[in-house]
């Protein structure tokens, strides 16, 4: 009865969380323009025109408005083809009602701003965020103009970030500011000022000259954009000769890298006897299947490793699903690990079953047990691994290409900060190539490379191979290759072992020409079960809890705002 509120819960819970995002909608806004009017008394009438393109219901429009210090927004109205229009304040937020579905709408807004014309001695200056990085729509197209309360020609205009550059001032003293596209999130205060005679009404005023702070703050600000575009060609420069010199070079060692292992391969093919028989052991089969296997010893391999305990004569066969040992000395140390998890810890007096297994793995207080046992299994396999020096000590190479990467950190920093995200995005790729290739080259030596080819070209030979060459080979051979297939996974050698052994071994009369304690057929079955409630306990004890592991505002004295949809 519960589950049946659960969807309810969380919806409820997402209204609380995320009431704007439980109610999204889809609508761009395709044109925007604000005309600011500037009274002789100090105020600013302003009316700005919204065009939304909407996709789906939607109920309306919002305008946020943040006015500055000493500032206040006034009689705000909203209209549509002169149809008045329902506005719910929320603060600084303006909700204009207006519902409709897949439109196209045009909403006019008007308001008064008190105060926003600041007036000293010398001049009125208009210093305004229509917008601020508080905004979360784009503007696909906005224009600002600015009207003085009469026709001038002494005018000081510009802007700041998104602003910048972009005043006009036009032959009756109005200044248009052209945005163009303005992404959410941005800010863009615009700053114009007249001379002081064009605001007789005005009350609140200041004795102090502002008319050389204004031109040194354009002034400066021009300087540090100017600064900031020849640092940015100096990035720019950094850009054009350390990516391409850096990437060539390490294009250059993975080049050569590729060739010597092409040389390498070349090398160990003539030297390497590829016959169709199956290839010396010139290490365990756990070990062989670990390095052949992309480093991974699934459950199958375990149940492969307990066969080839049987394979060697250290372990019997009792009966289908049961063992004993027959032996410890001479073992290897992954081996009497098994050994002692099997049989000791699971079975007990030098005997195992695949029951015991089972009711073991049953058990919860046995599972950080067995996983202990199960890592301290592989971690001794691949220490066999790697006793054979299988691969090349190239520790010093790796480490000198993945502090290398280091050089382009800084690049990777400065880059976004002028802007240059071409550049940028090319050191992060250029930079996890390189990191890339430090982790993963490991080349292997002769003996490793060699190990790989043969278990390689037997895989690619076995399908090929008759059931009179099979049958040829000796039965150490014959369990060898199953016990390989079943350790990587490889169901067609597993497959065809099946289809041979059961041809075979029905026809034939007599014992195995070595002494086993099971033939190919029996290895076979009794694989197969083991192999199964390998996978069974190795679920339930990966299934165990908690598991078991070893290793606002602006620079124009606040203000701001934006606009949105509901």
Do not use: C
Not at 30 to 35: A, K, L, P, V, Y
Not at 243 to 253: D, V
Not at 306 to 311: A, G, P
């Amino acid at each position: 009865m519960f589950k049946r509120f659960i969807p309810i819960m969380i919806f409820i819970v997402s209204l609380l969380l995320f009431p704007t995002e439980a109610f999204a909608v889809d609508y761009s806004i395709t044109r925007t323009q604000f005309d600011a009017y500037l009274q002789e008394n100090g105020n600013v009438i302003v009316e700005e025109k919204h065009t939304y393109e909407f996709e789906g219901k939607f109920n309306g429009i919002t305008r946020e408005l943040i006015p500055k210090n000493g500032t206040s927004i006034a009689k705000f109205q909203a209209s549509e083809n002169g149809q008045e229009l329902e506005i719910e304040k929320d603060e600084t937020l303006y909700k204009v009602h207006r519902k409709g579905k897949d439109e196209i709408i045009t909403v006019d807004l008007k308001y008064i701003i008190d105060g926003g014309v600041d007036v000293y001695s010398d001049v009125g200056e208009f210093y305004w965020p229509f917008f601020d990085k508080s905004n979360e729509s784009t503007y696909e197209n906005l224009t600002v103009t600015i009207h003085p309360p009469r026709e001038t020609n002494d005018v000081i205009a510009f802007g700041y970030d998104e602003a910048f550059d972009k005043a006009a001032v036009q032959n009756d003293g109005t200044v248009v500011y052209k945005f163009g596209k303005v992404s959410d999130g941005k800010n863009g205060d615009i700053r114009v000022a007249y001379d002081k005679a064009l605001f007789p009404a005005a009350t609140d005023t200041s004795d102090k000259e502002m008319k050389g702070e204004i031109y040194k703050a354009q002034q400066q600000l021009y300087n540090d954009y100017a600064a900031k575009a020849e640092m940015r060609n100096k990035i720019n420069m950094i850009g054009l000769i350390v990516i391409p010199i850096f990437g060539l070079i390490i294009l250059g060692l993975m080049l050569r890298t590729v060739i010597r292992s092409l040389n390498q391969k070349r090398a160990v093919e003539r030297e390497t006897n590829l016959s169709d028989r199956i290839p010396a052991l010139r290490m365990s089969m756990p070990a062989t299947i670990h390095f052949t296997n992309y480093k991974l010893l699934p459950p199958e391999a375990m149940s492969a490793a307990l066969m080839d305990l049987v394979r060697q004569g250290y372990v019997e066969n009792v009966s289908e699903e049961r063992f004993r040992i027959l032996k410890r000395d001479g073992t290897m140390k992954h081996e009497r690990i098994l050994m002692e998890w099997l049989f000791d810890e699971i079975g007990e007096s030098d005997e195992f079953s695949l029951d015991d297994l089972t009711n073991y793995a049953k058990k919860k207080n046995n599972h950080e047990t067995y996983q202990k046992f199960e890592t301290r299994w592989k971690q001794a396999v691949a220490e066999e691994t790697k006793e054979h020096n299988l691969y090349e000590d190239k520790t010093k190479y790796r480490a000198g290409i993945g502090i290398s990467s280091i050089l382009l950190l800084p690049p990777v920093i400065l880059f976004p900060i002028y802007e240059l995200f071409e550049w940028m995005l090319l050191a992060l790729l250029l930079m996890a190539i390189t990191i890339t290739y430090a982790l993963a080259y490991n080349p292997k030596t002769d003996k490793g490379l060699r190990i790989i080819l043969e278990w390689k070209i037997f895989k690619e030979r076995f399908f090929r191979l008759s059931e009179d060459d099979w049958q040829s080979w000796s039965e150490d051979d014959r369990m060898r290759a199953f016990i390989y297939g079943l350790g990587t996974k490889n169901k067609k050698i597993i497959k065809k072992n099946e289809d041979y052994a059961n041809a075979f071994y029905n026809t034939k009369t007599g014992s195995p020409e070595v002494a086993y304690s099971m033939d190919m057929s029996t290895l076979i079955i009794v694989s197969s079960v083991a192999t199964t409630s390998f996978h069974s306990a190795h679920r339930s004890t990966a299934s165990s809890s908690g598991g078991y592991s070893s290793t606002g505002g602006s620079g124009a004295g606040g203000g701001g705002g934006g606009s949105g949809a509901f």
